[in-house]
């Protein structure tokens, strides 16, 4: 938060956790590029939730990961907690790729949860929450298991520290990864479909997690089809399509009064 | 649901089928062809003169023989310990972003793929005749030091890393599809909490890819094992193959000391795929208990490995490479 190239990559007044401006992403050259995002923008505040909907293939999970440059944007920029993610930008506004290290810290702070999970099969659930803090921040073991202890008993799994990942329902596990990735101290939690490789019974209690986390004040980014959680919980819902961003406003106004016809046949098909 | 009957006759189903199995003669006609085949092989080693059996017995455990075993087993585990060592470098740098890396490793393993070992170890054998000093400097510039070749590369570490260099090539083809089995979705998750690249393969990537690494790895030993009879090409004339031919050469009785050769490479061999059974048991156990309770990290051996196989992040059915 308080790297020195700062003052030249974000307005001074921005109190926005995340803002994102006209980032386009294309995979592939040639013939085979796919143009996925088509110049998003999205502004996200400190301690707010953002919900983003949207039909299979808008781009929801392409847009999430170059927020936390699992992906490099193809054009525009990305600014999270103020730095500009992957780039540095020099006196003469040119831009130069981050070493991949700088890059891997700025990822440091943000978590991110996906919808498989993917805990460490061969790590048990504390140590799979141990590993960033140990490996990453250079804690020792001994109070990177004290916190993990303490984050395993917030997500309500104090009964299954020692447990593989594989000895766990899905619930659980998806409760181990949020715990992991909070374990890193993050300023903004990105969640990919969390809830969607879950059995039904078992959506509650991962939603409840992060419903406790948002209650916590924490920035929130989440991509779901719970249209519920997205009603209670998030301040900001933003309807995607087709690599753009169709509508966004608070709940009732989206969901309740969609303005866009795109909008309206989404949320028809899934309400 | 319990399968098994109880003992005191009560038996659940009631209306249990006794029925006859199927009728199978063609077991009964295999096993007698087979013990048939099976004593017309034993009499004709037993009675032939020409084995030697007496020399056999007397030579099984010559002091050359025996060393020779040891030179064996020395060069087999000395090149295969250098050559894993080689091959995860090897593997690591196939899947590098750096160009030059990847094709390095590249052109390593076509070249010792490419060409027989035989004539690789020739080659090794015949460097001190084409280069009789060895010197490290900048290419056409001045030199830092130099030495003479056959003074400190014998034919012992020629062949060692003869060796070692030809399996690395293989072994670096396990390797790569061992990493390639591991779901993506893993160094994922990694590169989001920040891990850095090395960590990542360090913590995560390796320890599962040792699932399917291991078992072909085993069977590159048992591989080497024969292949270092090859190192007479160097020459290096001290490991088993070539002791018993000396001998055999040496007392005419050429076929009794073959006859000892094979006793002890089979004998090494069983041992070998005994260890190999184990390690194999202990990298790819399948996934009973799945809800008994683990001490962390000290639970039964093959805890960690059996997690691994159970979450299905790694596929196994990779192409296994052998050597020729
Ligand atoms: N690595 C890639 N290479 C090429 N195309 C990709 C890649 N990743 C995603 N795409 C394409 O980008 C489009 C958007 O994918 P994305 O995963 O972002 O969609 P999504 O909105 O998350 O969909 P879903 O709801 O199914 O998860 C899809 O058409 C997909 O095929
Ligand atoms: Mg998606």
Redesign the pocket.
Known sequence: MSAPTDAAAVPAASTDMVSVRAVH?V??HGHDA?H??KGVDLDVPRGSVTVIL????????????CINEL?EITGGSVVVGGDLMGYRKDDKGVLHRLHPKVVAKQRSRIGMVF?RFHLFPHMTAVENIMEAPVQVRGLTKKAARQRALELIERVGLSDRTDHYPAQLSGGQQQRVAIARALAMDPELMLF??PT?ALDPELVGEVLSVMQDLARSGMTMIV?T?EIGFAREVADHVVF?DD?VIVESGPPRRVLDDPREQRTKDFLAHVL | MTTQTSPSGSDPVPNRIHARPVPRPGRLVAAVAVLVLAAMAANALITNENFRWDVVWLYLRDIVVIRGVMWTLVLTFGSMAIAVVLAVALAMMRRSDNPVMRSVSWAWIWFFRGTPIYTQLIFWGLLAVLYPRLSLGIPFGPEFFSFRTDEVLTAFWLALFGLAFNESAYLAEIVRAGLTSVDPGQTEAAKALGMKDGKIMRRVILPQAMRVIVPPTGNETISMLKTTSLVVAVPLTFELTYATSAIGNRTFLPIPLLVIAALWYLLITSILMVGQHYLEQYYGRGFGTSTRRRGRGKGPAGGKQAAIAAAGTVQDDVNKDVTP
């Not at chain 1, 949207?54 to 990961?65: A, E, M, Q, V, Y």
């Open positions: 992403k995979f592939g796919v996925v995002l949207g039909p299979s293939g808008s781009g929801k999970s392409t847009l999430l990961r992906e919808q990919d479909e969607s991509v089809h995607m690599g």
